[in-house]
C-alpha cells in the first residue's frame, strides 16, 4: 500500500529543451530553454490539493495556441517568465512576461487544475500584448482553454 502523510519537496531544474521534455508534451508543442523551480507541500499522492510556489524562465522558444480571434499560431520569444502559487487544485498567475523583438506582454489569471490530467486543466489569463508591426499598440487580450490547447483573443 502507499504511504500517506504530510509530504514537502522542491525540485530545481536548469536548462530543460522544453520539446524534449515528457513532462511538458500536452497539445501544442512549447519550445525553449526551461529553468526554474517548484516547491510543494502537501499529502502524499494528492499533490495537487496542496500548497506551492513555481517560478520559472524560458529562453528563446515558441508559445503555442489553438486557434483564437488574433489568428497567430505562436508567439515567439526572447524571454518568458512566469511566477504562480498552488493553493487545494487553483494555480494563481501572479504575473507572466514575454519579451520579444516582435511582441511584448504580460499576464495575470488562473489555472483549475485536473486531478487527472494537466493537459485538461482551464486556464484564464488576462493581459496585454504590444506588436511592433502594430506600430506598438497595446491590444488586451485573454489565454483560455486548457493548457493543452490554449487560445488566444482579443476583449
Not at 501572479?94 to 519579451?99: E, G, H
Not at 486531478?115 to 483560455?144: D, E, K, M, P
Request: hydrophobic share 35%; aromatic share 8%; charged share 20%.
Amino acid at each position: 500500500s502507499a504511504s500517506r502523510g504530510p509530504a514537502a519537496w522542491r525540485f530545481t531544474f536548469e536548462n530543460i529543451k522544453a520539446d524534449e521534455c515528457g513532462l511538458l508534451r500536452f497539445g501544442k508543442q512549447l519550445t525553449g530553454k526551461l529553468s526554474g523551480f517548484v516547491e510543494m507541500a502537501g499529502e502524499t499522492g494528492r499533490t495537487t490539493q496542496g500548497k506551492g510556489r513555481i517560478e520559472f524562465t524560458l529562453i528563446n522558444g515558441t508559445l503555442p495556441f489553438s486557434t483564437g480571434s488574433i489568428g497567430i499560431a505562436a508567439l515567439p520569444f526572447e524571454k518568458l517568465e512566469g511566477a504562480s502559487v498552488l493553493d487545494r487544485g487553483i494555480m494563481d498567475i501572479s504575473r507572466i512576461t514575454i519579451k520579444d523583438k516582435s511582441v511584448n506582454g504580460s499576464f495575470q489569471g488562473r489555472v483549475s487544475l485536473d486531478g487527472n490530467s494537466f493537459a485538461q486543466s482551464r486556464l484564464w489569463l488576462q493581459g496585454h500584448l504590444t506588436f511592433s508591426s502594430y506600430q506598438g499598440n497595446r491590444q488586451t487580450v485573454i489565454i483560455a482553454g486548457t493548457v493543452s490547447e490554449p487560445t488566444l483573443s482579443t476583449m
